[in-house]
């Protein structure tokens, strides 16, 4: 389901926001990818989620 977002993300912004949807899903990238520890599965998710905000942000304002 997690890996569904990024796709729907990208349908739902306009093409000038296509580099914060390549970083999204780069990260999603390394948290299944590098996520070996318990450390950088924390800090790859808070990552994760700092971009979900971002992205609510910019929509809202």
Same mark, same amino acid.
């Given at each position: 389901?997690?890996?569904? @977002?990024?796709?729907?993300?990208?349908?739902?912004?306009?093409?000038?926001?296509?580099?914060?949807?390549?970083?999204? *899903?780069?990260?999603?990238?390394? +948290?299944?990818?590098?996520?070996?520890?318990? $450390?950088?599965?924390?800090?790859?998710?808070?990552?994760?989620? @700092? *971009?979900?905000? +971002?992205?609510?942000?910019?929509? $809202?304002?």
């Amino acid at each position: 389901m997690l890996l569904d @977002i990024p796709s729907e993300v990208g349908r739902a912004t306009s093409d000038a926001h296509g580099v914060r949807n390549e970083a999204w *899903i780069g990260h999603v990238t390394l +948290f299944f990818e590098y996520g070996g520890s318990m $450390v950088q599965q924390a800090n790859t998710f808070l990552d994760v989620v @700092i *971009i979900l905000v +971002f992205e609510l942000g910019v929509r $809202v304002v």
